[in-house]
C-alpha cells in the first residue's frame, strides 16, 4: 500500500530534498559553493544574479562570472554588501545554453550561528524600577 508522501514523492521528487541555506557575513568577500547541474565548461558564459527577499528585487548581476572547481563543488566569490539578518535568493546560470545550474539561499549575519540572536541590537531592556510594591 503507497502513503500520499510516497507519491508525492515519486511525482515531485524535488520537493523531498533537504536543502540547506548559505550564511554569510555582510561585508567583504563571499565565497558561494554550489553543486551544478552540469560541468561548467569555460567556452560558455555563465551568470550569477543574487535578488534581496525583503526588497523583492534584484541587487547584484554578474553576467560574465567565473566559476572555480573545488573537488566534487564550484564556488563564486563576490564583495557584493548585504544587509545584516536578510534573505536572499541566488542563480547560478549557463546563459550560453539558457539552463539554470543551481538555485539557492543566502542568510547574511556577523553574528556566530551558534550564538545568534534574532533581536540582536533591536531590543532594549528597559528598567521599570525596582520592581517593589506599595500595599495599602
Known amino acids: 500500500?503507497?502513503?500520499?508522501?510516497?507519491?508525492?514523492q515519486k511525482k515531485f521528487p524535488s520537493l523531498f530534498f533537504l536543502k540547506k541555506m548559505q550564511v554569510l557575513s555582510t561585508l567583504g568577500n563571499k565565497t558561494i559553493n554550489f553543486t551544478s547541474r552540469e560541468q561548467i565548461d569555460n567556452a560558455k558564459t555563465?551568470?550569477?544574479v543574487i535578488k534581496s527577499e525583503e526588497q523583492n528585487k534584484v541587487i547584484f548581476t554578474d553576467s560574465n562570472a567565473t566559476l572555480t572547481e573545488v573537488d566534487y563543488y564550484y564556488t563564486y566569490t563576490t564583495a557584493q554588501v548585504l544587509k545584516e539578518s536578510n534573505f536572499y535568493t541566488?542563480?547560478?546560470?549557463?546563459t550560453t545554453d539558457g539552463v539554470l545550474l543551481y538555485r539557492d539561499k543566502i542568510f547574511a549575519t556577523d553574528q556566530t550561528i551558534?550564538?545568534?540572536?534574532?533581536?540582536?541590537?533591536?531590543?532594549?531592556?528597559?528598567?521599570t524600577g525596582d520592581n517593589e510594591y506599595i500595599f495599602a
Open 90 to 94: 541566488y542563480e547560478v546560470r549557463n
Open 46 to 48: 555563465y551568470s550569477v
Open 114 to 127: 551558534s550564538t545568534f540572536n534574532i533581536s540582536n541590537n533591536v531590543y532594549i531592556e528597559q528598567s
Open 1 to 8: 500500500m503507497f502513503s500520499f508522501k510516497g507519491r508525492l
